[in-house]
């Protein structure tokens, strides 16, 4: 039996559209055993109702992707999922399923595929690069497919970030929040992006949060998005006269994440409180950022 535990995700962090992610202290574990045959599979916690507990589990594709490229057949799977993260809030809880149910059936394959194999599969299967590599090497990371292949960097967290998340209580897929954006931005926002980007790089490099109000600011995904959030605008003004340093959709939302090492417990209640205001029932936590990424816990 293998015991594997995945990492919550936040992507984008403002301006950084599928280049910038996050994990976050939030984990999703998957227990994953060979058995003599069939396929059986069991899920605890956010979504469990939904989750399919046959061969379209994500979990169970993601392994068969690894046992392909391994060249290894197990005469049958036992999966348990127990998942903390919830579903499609954006939050990284496919990309959890995807480096979950890989990392483990890399381990109980052989090892054949190191972690730079498991990036580039899980990437492939997954589609975004923030995601996977936070998920998989932790802490904040700069992600950019190239040459067939994604290349990734590591910025270790600020001390004493921490991030309120807000997460409202319906879901938005990924699809649906993609719609929305236009095939085409002006110049004057690709420029006003690129500049932001640079400085949240240089604030996350050199521990400056003071930065992060200006440099999170986007114009390239999150004000198309705001018709899909209820409150979404108010939300974040509200977050910042408490105290947040930067505010952020996370990935494609619905969640808000809003990053201080300040007075964390009034940013949450302030910004679920503007939520509520606007008729959108929502709940809190307060998180720090996981330096590590997935890693097995149990090897039996």
Do not use: W
Not at 139 to 162: F, M, Q, T, Y
Not at 225 to 232: A, E
């Amino acid at each position: 039996m293998v015991r594997v535990q995945v990492p919550a995700t936040t992507a984008n962090l403002g301006p950084g559209f599928d280049c910038l992610g996050m994990a976050l202290q939030l984990y999703n574990s998957v227990e994953m055993s060979v058995t003599p045959s069939g396929l059986l599979i069991e899920v605890q916690g956010e979504g469990s109702p939904d989750i399919p507990r046959n061969e379209d589990n994500l979990v169970y594709q993601a392994a068969l992707k690894v046992f392909k490229q391994a060249g290894y057949r197990p005469p049958g799977l036992k999966i348990k999922l127990n998942n903390n993260i919830p579903v499609a809030r954006g939050l990284g809880s496919s990309t959890a399923c995807i480096v979950g149910g890989m990392i483990a059936a890399n381990i109980i394959s052989g090892n054949h595929l190191n972690q730079k194999d498991i990036i580039n599969l899980a990437y492939g299967m997954e589609g975004h690069p923030d995601n996977v590599c936070a998920a998989i090497i932790g802490g904040i990371v700069v992600a950019v497919p190239a040459d067939g292949e994604v290349r990734c960097l590591k910025i270790p967290p600020p001390k004493n970030l921490r991030a309120a998340v807000t997460i409202p209580e319906f879901p938005l897929f990924t699809r649906t929040s993609r719609e929305v954006l236009p095939q085409q931005v002006p110049m004057s926002d690709v420029i006003f992006n690129l500049g932001r980007v640079a400085l949240l790089v240089s604030a996350l490099y050199t521990g400056d949060i003071n930065q992060f109000g200006v440099a999170m600011e986007d114009r390239v995904h999150q004000p198309y998005r705001t018709t899909l959030v209820p409150g979404m605008k108010k939300v974040f003004a509200a977050a910042k006269l408490a105290g947040a340093k930067g505010i952020t959709l996370s990935g494609a939302g619905p969640a808000i994440i809003a990053y201080s090492d300040g007075n964390m417990e009034l940013i949450a209640r302030v910004m679920r409180d503007t939520f509520r205001q606007n008729g959108v029932p929502a709940k809190s936590m307060i998180l720090g950022i996981s330096p590590v990424g997935a890693r097995a816990l149990e090897i039996k």
